[in-house]
């Protein structure tokens, strides 16, 4: 059975990249796009005072969405919904059990991080789902190439959906895999253990190769930034551990910063319970 993608869509230039990025990535999955619209109807969202919501009607908003689709090349539905986004996110997934969520990430601001709320991470906080965020200038030509995966050293694991379909995607674009770890000195002994703990998931199996990069740099989330921009990666993936997606102060996690800031896009897994212990 084909996988699908789920992809949001508000009809704006950034949502417009996400869905060309997706589409290049699903002819060679073999994948079928969902192509999902959330009518927020209500007075009091926020958005509607910023200027970040789409004024259409659900008339129009019906053909925006079935122009959208006739211009694919690829399998695809479309879908409108209404109510809260992470409520209509969460209905689609269970009625389409996709491989992936993806969506865009807004145009750089100003404002604080602190005080940033985007789609991409009020569904981390509610809902663990492998999620792909692409920034605003990321190329949408081509599928990615070179995968950059963060590890920590820390042992976790992964739900056997998300490592097939992660499997899958490595193997269908015949991309190069390397498992960059994060280190404030300069030691590199603790690299190979990163490694290993990717490959105690399943996630490299029957790969050709795997390489691993070591960076020396007091802040994480910009050390794989370096990583990514050394190795030349075109897209950053991240595992998400629940205490980092639950907690209070998510907006200074390290996924968090890299969702905001990555220059490529962002891959986010979400490490399950069984892991638990190890955090």
């Not at 968090?256 to 955090?279: F, Y």
Request: negative net charge.
């Amino acid at each position: 059975m084909a996988p699908n993608l789920l992809i949001l869509t508000d009809f704006f230039a950034g949502a417009n990249r996400a869905l060309d990025y997706a589409t290049n990535l699903a002819e060679p999955l073999g994948a079928r796009l969902v192509l999902l619209h959330v009518h927020r109807a209500s007075l009091l969202d926020p958005e509607r005072f910023t200027g970040k919501l789409s004024n259409l009607g659900p008339e129009d908003m019906t053909l925006a969405l079935n122009s959208l689709t006739r211009q694919l090349a690829v399998p695809v539905v479309a879908e409108l919904g209404v109510g809260q986004v992470e409520d209509v996110v969460r209905d689609a997934v269970e009625r389409h059990h996709p491989a992936l969520i993806v969506l865009s990430r807004p145009q750089d601001s100003p404002t604080p991080d602190e005080l940033v709320t985007t789609t991409a991470l009020n569904l981390l906080r509610t809902s663990p789902y492998p999620l792909l965020v692409v920034p605003p200038a990321a190329p949408a030509t081509t599928p990615p190439k070179r995968v950059a995966l963060a590890a920590d050293g820390g042992k976790f694991s992964l739900g056997a959906s998300d490592v097939d379909a992660m499997r899958h995607l490595l193997s269908a674009l015949h991309a190069e895999l390397t498992v960059v770890h994060v280190t404030e000195s300069a030691t590199r002994h603790t690299a190979q253990q990163a490694r290993e703990s990717v490959e105690h998931t399943g996630l490299t199996r029957d790969l050709p190769a795997v390489h691993t990069c070591h960076v020396c740099q007091a802040e994480p989330a910009e050390g794989l930034m370096d990583a990514v921009r050394e190795q030349q990666a075109d897209l950053l993936v991240v595992i998400a551990r629940p205490h980092t997606l639950l907690g209070r102060l998510f907006h200074r996690s390290v996924t968090a910063r890299l969702v905001l800031h990555s220059p490529v896009p962002v891959l986010v897994l979400s490490a399950t319970d069984s892991a638990k212990t190890q955090r």
